[in-house]
């Protein structure tokens, strides 16, 4: 794909659908948007732009696929075991201390997709925590998405693997696939739409969850977006990313580091 082109999908993306490329790796993205296109079927991408602007359909599965939503509940269940065993104990101790009228955690998962991820915090903090009240914060760009996780997401085999039978009973409706989340956890989440690149950070959390979204976005607004998330944060607050990914200096970026995947809100 010639930049010239990419120029103009990216200002065509930009005004239909509120996505902003720039901030995303260039050839990454322009070897997806080409294999994209001959998937789609359409001759070019004017064709394809009016299929988007007439389809809602359409543009929900293209969205879907420029926010490449992969999701499992308990994703790299070590690390959640790691958060379970190791952060957790002291994120439960620091609430009572800092809200002792109230000792709920303050939880975001940004970027939840179709919500395993808040499903995920729900069951692991019902499992270790179930008297307190928490507030758990989730948030997508993709409304396609939100509206998937409002309604319990909709798993196949493979995206619950790793809940014990237990967990299934427990936490899932019967039937399936596909498989989707009761209601009694459901209610513990508030899902709302949310551009991690343009709109407000919520503030005061103990812990923030944003595993494998920042992978693809370019390094001045991977930095941009790591100084927010620490400013988010209490101080002492922990930011949980995706297992393959490392903050190159995170003391420059308000963290110290805190074990594989984590980072501890040092300001």
């Not at 109230?102 to 939840?112: D, E, F, K, N, V």
């Not at 812990?207 to 390094?219: A, E, H, K, Q, S």
Request: with cysteine; aromatic share 10%; proline share 6%.
């Amino acid at each position: 794909m010639e930049m010239q082109l990419y120029q103009t999908i990216k200002s065509q993306i930009k005004q239909i659908m509120r996505i902003d490329l720039d901030h995303y790796k260039d050839e990454q993205m322009r070897r997806r948007l080409d294999s994209w296109l001959v998937r789609s079927g359409a001759p070019t991408w004017a064709d394809y732009f009016a299929r988007v602007r007439s389809d809602s359909k359409e543009m929900l599965r293209f969205r879907d696929y420029l926010t490449i939503n992969v999701t499992a509940l308990f994703r790299d269940p070590e690390r959640w075991t790691a958060l379970r065993e190791q952060v957790m104990p002291e994120l439960l101790r620091a609430a009572l201390q800092l809200r002792p009228s109230s000792p709920g955690l303050r939880i975001w998962s940004a970027g939840c997709s179709i919500g395993a991820e808040p499903y995920t915090i729900v069951m692991l903090l019902d499992e270790i925590a179930p008297q307190r009240h928490h507030t758990i914060l989730a948030t997508d760009l993709d409304k396609g998405a939100i509206s998937r996780a409002m309604s319990g997401g909709g798993f196949n085999n493979d995206e619950i693997a790793n809940l014990s039978p237990a967990q299934r009973s427990k936490y899932l409706d019967a039937g399936g696939p596909p498989y989707r989340v009761k209601q009694s956890v459901l209610k513990k989440i508030d899902f709302k739409e949310h551009n991690l690149l343009s709109d407000p950070f919520p503030t005061d959390m103990d812990l923030i969850i944003c595993r494998n979204v920042v992978i693809y976005f370019t390094t001045e607004t991977k930095d941009m977006l790591y100084r927010r998330f620490s400013q988010a944060l209490r101080p002492g607050g922990y930011l949980f990313v995706g297992a393959t990914e490392i903050l190159p200096r995170p003391q420059e970026l308000g963290f110290a580091g805190a074990g594989i995947s984590f980072y501890k809100a040092n300001k």
